[in-house]
Structures are given as C-alpha cells and as structure tokens.
Antibody
Framework: EVQVVESGGTLVQPGGSLRLSCAAS????????MGWVRQAPGKGLEWVSVIYSGGTTYHADSVKGRFTISRDNSKNTLYLHMNSLRAEDTAVYYC??????????????WGQGTLVTVSS | DIQLTQSPSFLSASVGDRVTITCRASQGINNYLAWYQQIPGKAPKLLIYAASTLQSGVPSRFSGSGSGTEFTLTISSLQPEDFATFYC?????????FGQGTKVEIK
C-alpha cells in the first residue's frame, strides 16, 4: 500500500529553522517525482516545492532561497529544509507523491500533514 | 504565473443535485489540470487528472471536462459524503498553482 507520513512540524520562532520529513512506503521515493504543498489556517492550497527522480528541484517564489527540498534514498524519505521562517510560513505542510514522470499530472498520494507554526 | 479562477466560490446544494464547478486559467495549460476534494481536517484527495481522467477508486459520478483555458468538474448526483471544498490545480508550468477553492455545502 502506498503511504506517506510527514513529521517534524512544531512551533518555531521567526527567523528559525526546521526540517520536515516525509517517510514513504509502498513505493520508491527516488524513482518518483515528489512535492510539498502547504495550507495556511483557513486558506487554500499553495504549492511549495518539487523534486524530480533525476534530482532537479523547483520551489515557489515565496520560499525560494529559504526552503530546500531533498531526499535520502537509503531511508526512502523526502525532506523540506526550512530556514529564515516567517509568520506567513505558518501552515499545514503536506508531502505528496506525483502521478506521472516526464509529464506531471497531479499529486496522487498525500500525507496527513504536519503543522508548522511560526510565532514568538 | 498562471492564475486559476474557480466559480462559484461557494454553492449550496441538496443530495441528488447535479453540481458543476468551473476553473478558468489565465492562459492555456495543455490539459495539465487536476481536481481535488478536501474534507475539513483531512488531506486533499485526487479526483481527476489530465482534465478528464478519473483517478482509480473515485466514484463515476465525478467527471471532468474542458480544454485550453476552461475546465469543469461535474458531480452527477451529489451524495452526503461529497460536501467538501474542491480545488483545481495546473501542472503545465511553474509555479504550479491552485484555484481558490469551491465550498459545497448542504442546502
């Protein structure tokens, strides 16, 4: 069964750093495109980052230079490294597998989300 | 950036109703359009991808159509478990973007 489980969300002060993890089972992270999507409290969905099977990454402008997506193939785990956190980064962060390969069609398997709160 | 505008943002409907939600893109997206359903407190669930392909396991009352810049999600007969917020998403070009959401509530 395909499953992704996020962890690492917590309360962090503005300017702080955090690493989110996404443990996958039932498929191989390194052979798939993977991404992060976030949702601020009471708001809609916002795409954050994507990593291709070949290692190419893309980030939303709102997090570029502050967030980095990566993976550990030996642990079959995806990460989101978050630096210089701001209040507006407060959100539930979802990890998701991407359907497709060269053509990216959708996020087909989502985790339950992990809450990041940036506040002093 | 490609903007996606959903209409309506809110709709009130009854069980058994036929419901249609529209998603308009600010430029062509080559049918790289997905639809998701989100129940409060839960992760989004993929319903439709490539504008009209039903995701495995999704009931056939859900369908997607459209091309170019205008797309629709139709629920042929609304069921109690369908009351949720629905989002469209384009994956044609970066940054990937979502519509603002359409909340479907019980009349």
């Amino acid at each position: 069964e395909v499953q992704v489980v996020e962890s690492g969300g917590t309360l962090v002060q503005p300017g702080g750093s955090l690493r989110l993890s996404c443990a996958a089972s039932g498929f191989t992270v390194s052979r798939n495109y993977m991404g992060w999507v976030r949702q601020a409290p009471g708001k809609g969905l916002e795409w954050v980052s994507v990593i291709y099977s070949g290692g190419t990454t893309y980030h939303a402008d709102s997090v570029k230079g502050r967030f980095t997506i990566s993976r550990d193939n030996s642990k079959n785990t995806l990460y989101l490294h978050m630096n210089s956190l701001r209040a507006e980064d407060t959100a539930v962060y979802y990890c998701a597998k991407i359907l497709g390969g060269y053509a990216t069609y959708a996020f087909d398997y989502w985790g339950q989300g992990t809450l990041v709160t940036v506040s002093s | 950036d490609i903007q996606l505008t959903q209409s309506p943002s809110f709709l009130s409907a009854s069980v058994g109703d036929r419901v249609t939600i529209t998603c308009r893109a600010s430029q062509g997206i080559n049918n790289y359009l997905a639809w998701y359903q989100q129940i409060p407190g839960k992760a989004p669930k993929l319903l439709i991808y490539a504008a009209s392909t039903l995701q495995s396991g999704v009931p056939s009352r859900f369908s997607g159509s459209g091309s170019g810049t205008e797309f629709t999600l139709t629920i042929s007969s609304l069921q109690p478990e369908d009351f949720a917020t629905f989002y469209c998403q384009q994956l044609n070009s970066y940054p990937w973007t979502f519509g603002q959401g359409t909340k479907v509530e019980i009349k």
